[in-house]
C-alpha cells in the first residue's frame, strides 16, 4: 500500500458487494469535489440493459469484457471517484490498469454485513446462488488486500468512512 499518502486524480473503490462502494463515493466525491462515476451503471447505461439481463442474456465472461472496457476508459479522467463493480478488481489484468490510471481503496466489510445491505437484491447475480458467495468473498478478499489503500468500514458510517480516506490521500489525520 505504498501509493499513499498523495494525491490522485481518479481514486477507485474496490470491495465486495454491499461493502457501501456507491454511497461511500459520492460521499468522498463530494468532500474532495470531485466526479463520481459507478461503473456498473456506466455500464448498464452504454448496453441499455442491466447487469442482471448482461449477466442473463450474454455471460459473465461478456460482462467482464464490458467491465474492462468501462475501466479501460476511465484513462485520462480527472478529479473521479470510481466505485467498481465487486469482481472486476479480482482480475489481474483489470488489477493491473487500475494501477496504471489511478490509486485503488479497498472497503473492508464483513461478509455478514454485506449481505445484509444487499439482502435478496434480484439485481445482483452472483447473488442467485448463496450456498457459493462465501467462497467468492473469500477468493474476491485476496484480490482485494492488494489494493493501495484498506478502510476497515464496520461500525462506521459512510461520511466517517469517506472522511478517513479523504485525508489517506491528502496526508493528513482523519480526526
Given at each position: 500500500?505504498?501509493?499513499l499518502p498523495?494525491?490522485?486524480?481518479?481514486?477507485?473503490?474496490?470491495?465486495?458487494?454491499?461493502a457501501?462502494?456507491?454511497?461511500i463515493?459520492?460521499s468522498?466525491?463530494?468532500?474532495?469535489?470531485?466526479?463520481?462515476?459507478?461503473l456498473d451503471?456506466?455500464?448498464?447505461?452504454?448496453?441499455?440493459?442491466?447487469?442482471?439481463?448482461?449477466?442473463?442474456?450474454?455471460?459473465e465472461?461478456h460482462?467482464?469484457e464490458?467491465?474492462?472496457?468501462?475501466?479501460e476508459?476511465?484513462r485520462?479522467?480527472?478529479r473521479?471517484?470510481?466505485?467498481?463493480?465487486?469482481?472486476?478488481?479480482a482480475?489481474d489484468?483489470?488489477?493491473?490498469?487500475?494501477?496504471?490510471?489511478?490509486?485503488?481503496?479497498?472497503?473492508?466489510?464483513?461478509?455478514?454485513?454485506?449481505?445484509?445491505?444487499?439482502?435478496?437484491?434480484?439485481?445482483?447475480?452472483?447473488?442467485?446462488?448463496?450456498?457459493?458467495?462465501?467462497?467468492?468473498?473469500?477468493?474476491?478478499?485476496?484480490?482485494?488486500?492488494?489494493?493501495?489503500?484498506?478502510?476497515?468500514?464496520?461500525?462506521?458510517?459512510?461520511?466517517?468512512?469517506?472522511?478517513?480516506?479523504?485525508?489517506?490521500?491528502?496526508?493528513?489525520?482523519?480526526?
Amino acid at each position: 500500500m505504498s501509493r499513499l499518502p498523495g494525491t490522485a486524480d481518479v481514486v477507485f473503490l474496490v470491495g465486495f458487494m454491499g461493502a457501501g462502494k456507491t454511497t461511500i463515493g459520492k460521499s468522498l466525491a463530494k468532500r474532495l469535489a470531485y466526479h463520481f462515476l459507478d461503473l456498473d451503471r456506466e455500464i448498464e447505461s452504454r448496453e441499455g440493459r442491466t447487469i442482471s439481463d448482461i449477466f442473463a442474456q450474454s455471460g459473465e465472461d461478456h460482462f467482464r469484457e464490458l467491465e474492462r472496457r468501462a475501466i479501460e476508459s476511465c484513462r485520462g479522467l480527472e478529479r473521479t471517484v470510481v466505485a467498481l463493480g465487486g469482481g472486476a478488481y479480482a482480475s489481474d489484468e483489470n488489477r493491473a490498469m487500475v494501477a496504471t490510471i489511478g490509486v485503488s481503496v479497498w472497503l473492508d466489510c464483513p461478509l455478514g454485513v454485506c449481505l445484509t445491505r444487499v439482502g435478496k437484491d434480484r439485481s445482483r447475480p452472483l447473488l442467485s446462488n448463496r450456498a457459493d458467495i462465501r467462497s467468492l468473498y473469500e477468493r474476491r478478499r485476496s484480490a482485494y488486500e492488494r489494493a493501495d489503500f484498506m478502510v476497515n468500514t464496520q461500525g462506521k458510517t459512510p461520511d466517517k468512512v469517506a472522511r478517513e480516506i479523504a485525508s489517506a490521500l491528502l496526508g493528513r489525520d482523519s480526526k
